[in-house]
C-alpha cells in the first residue's frame, strides 16, 4: 500500500525557518518525481517545490524559489522541505505527494502557521 507521511509543520513567527519531512513506503521510491503542495485556508492547491528521482533537478514556484529548498534522501525513503524567511502567506497545509496537482496520492498534511 502506497504511503506518505508528513511531519515537522509547526507554529513560528514571521523570518523564522522549519524543516518539513515526508516518509514514503509501499512504493519504488527512488523512481518517482515528488512534490511538496500546499493549501492555504480558503484557497486551491498550490505546487510549491518539485524534485526529480535522482535529486538532481529541483524547481519551486517563484514565491519561495529564494527561500524554500527540496531535497531527498533516497536511502531512506524522506523528502524533506526546508523553509526559511517565512512568511504569513506561507501558512496553510502542507502535503508530500506522487501527484503534481496535489489532489491525490499524498499523505495527510503538516500543518504550517506563520504568525507573530
Known amino acids: 500500500e502506497e504511503r506518505l507521511v508528513e511531519s515537522g509543520g509547526g507554529w513560528v513567527q514571521p523570518g523564522g525557518s522549519l524543516m518539513l519531512s515526508c516518509l514514503g513506503s509501499?512504493?519504488?521510491?527512488?523512481?518517482?518525481?515528488m512534490f511538496w503542495v500546499r493549501q492555504a485556508p480558503g484557497k486551491g492547491l498550490e505546487r510549491v517545490s518539485t524534485i526529480d528521482p535522482d535529486g538532481e533537478y529541483k524547481v519551486s514556484v517563484d514565491s519561495v524559489e529564494d527561500r524554500f529548498d527540496i531535497s531527498r534522501d533516497n536511502s531512506k525513503n524522506m523528502i524533506y522541505l526546508s523553509m526559511r524567511n517565512l512568511k504569513p502567506e506561507d501558512s496553510g497545509m502542507y502535503y508530500c505527494?506522487?501527484?503534481?496537482?496535489?489532489?491525490?496520492?499524498r499523505g495527510q498534511g503538516t500543518q504550517v502557521t506563520v504568525s507573530s
Open positions: 509501499g512504493f519504488t521510491f527512488n523512481k518517482h518525481w
Open positions: 505527494t506522487l501527484d503534481p496537482t496535489g489532489a491525490t496520492r
